[in-house]
């Protein structure tokens, strides 16, 4: 069974820094990706960044680039998203998919990505 485990928020002043981390379990093989998504209140879910499990191909949405980092530990099963200099709007639910057949981040429609983690509150407020 493919399961998609966040773990890190919080809540950070502005300015802050914050690590997510996407702990994947039951995948057979390196054939995927993951993407970062996020909810604020009120809003459409958002496609923020991706990483390619196999070729380490990354992307980053223009609302992070230069903030945000996406990585992968391969030998822990795990995405990592390096959060810098976090702001207010960076407020919501954070939740990390998984888009199976792939070698390269091919965006973020939900519908592309079959498995999601529960979601992990992230809270930027002075």
């Known amino acids: 069974q493919l399961q998609l485990v966040e773990s890190g928020g919080g809540l950070v002043q502005p300015g802050g820094s914050l690590r997510l981390s996407c702990l994947a379990s039951g995948f057979t093989s390196e054939h995927y990706s993951i993407g970062w998504f996020r909810q604020a209140p009120g809003k459409e879910r958002e496609g923020i960044s991706c990483i390619s499990i196999s070729t380490g191909d990354t992307h980053a949405a223009d609302s992070v680039k230069g903030r945000f980092t996406i990585s992968r530990d391969n030998a822990k099963n795990t995405v990592y998203l390096q959060m810098n200099s976090l702001k207010p709007e960076d407020t919501g639910v954070y939740y990390c998919?998984?888009?199976?057949?792939?070698?390269?981040?091919?965006?973020?429609?939900?519908?592309?990505?079959?498995?999601w983690g529960q979601g992990t509150q992230v809270t930027v407020s002075s």
């Open positions: 998919a998984a888009q199976l057949a792939t070698y390269y981040c091919e965006g973020y429609v939900p519908y592309n990505y079959g498995y």
